[in-house]
């Protein structure tokens, strides 16, 4: 994949908590791109076991821990929409490109986006495989239809999901330096069994 000069990608998620792939993705963008900015976010597809603040704070610690500098934390970029984060995006960085970043498993969501149509014309569409999502080239498809740009990134994300930490919290699932936190705050029931 070769990316744009100048390209910044953009990463929001739910953080619901971040997991270790998160970390895997962050930890791959940063290798590609010169600036990696991420976020937590309202996803209004899904329904967010703890407050935004609380996500915030756990993607800030992730953020802390693999500190690069070329990956920033960026709060104020947060929007339930797509539409609404691309703006400020071009406010903060108007001579820039953007890589939108979603997983493979958002994949057949982005032509349902609310002005999916002004966001493909704005950003390219990075999709990292994630484990267990494959894409379809009906679903690629759609996106093209709409005048959107897709990278594929050449990397694959480990099987980790906040809904299977969620289902069933294991300090396995999530970076160590979350831990301390999600105990202290009593967060998803993570219990002590130090």
């Known amino acids: 994949m070769k990316v744009k000069i100048n390209s910044i990608a953009l990463f929001g998620t739910s953080a619901d908590p971040p997991t270790l792939g998160h970390e895997a993705l962050l930890s791959e963008l940063i ?19 703890i407050p935004l ?26 929007s339930p929409r797509t ?26 969501q982005v032509p349902k986006w609310l002005n999916a149509k002004s966001i493909l014309n704005k950003a390219t569409i ?7 999502w ?10 093209k ?17 906040s809904s299977k930490f969620r289902e069933k919290p294991q300090e396995g699932l999530v970076p160590q330096e979350l831990v301390p936190f999600l105990l202290e705050e009593n967060l998803y029931g993570l219990s002590d069994n130090r």
């Open 31 to 49: 290798k590609i791109f010169p600036k990696v900015i991420t976020w937590a976010s309202d996803n209004p597809d899904k329904k967010h076991q």
């Open 83 to 108: 539409i609404h984060t691309l703006k400020k995006a071009f406010q903060l960085w108007p001579e820039a490109n953007f890589s939108f970043v979603i997983g493979s498993d958002l994949t057949v």
């Open 53 to 78: 603040l609380k996500r915030t704070q756990l993607l800030r610690i992730l953020v802390k821990k693999i500190s690069h500098p070329k990956l920033e934390l960026v709060q104020e970029l947060s």
């Open 134 to 143: 494959p894409i379809s080239d009906q679903q690629l498809e759609e996106i």
């Open 126 to 132: 990075a999709i990292a495989m994630r484990h267990g």
């Open 145 to 161: 239809k709409l005048g959107g740009e897709i990278d594929l990134l050449p990397f694959h994300i480990p099987e980790s999901s």
